[in-house]
């Protein structure tokens, strides 16, 4: 069994990526891809553990928040869920004087 908090490569679309281990259930082990930011179920034989020369790269995706931006209700709509992170990122108003803007990369 794997430890919480381990490296580990796992699999995410027929693919290996690295991840943090961050949760452990009977076969299935949750995990963090560190270059990207989701979370996945995978099934404990779709798990390795990272060899040390690729953990000394820093982790990829950075967990943040923007202050004073948030939904128009008490969460976000499936709408705006669903658009490509590119739509829903490449401009947000503050107010009508400000706007603030930034780009976004996704793989795939």
Request: some cysteine.
């Amino acid at each position: 069994m794997f430890p919480t908090g381990l490296a580990v490569a796992a699999i995410f679309d027929g693919e290996w990526y690295r991840a943090e281990i961050i949760a452990l259930l009977p076969g299935i082990i949750k995990v963090r891809y560190v270059d990207y930011g989701n979370e996945a179920m995978v099934a404990e034989s779709d798990v390795r553990v990272l060899p040390t020369e690729f953990t000394r790269l820093p982790q990829l995706a950075v967990k943040m928040s923007l202050y004073g931006v948030g939904p128009d209700g008490n969460s976000w709509s499936d709408a705006v869920i669903m658009l490509p992170i590119s739509t829903r990122y490449s401009r947000i108003s503050f107010s009508e004087q400000t706007a603030f803007s930034w780009d976004c990369f996704s793989h795939g």
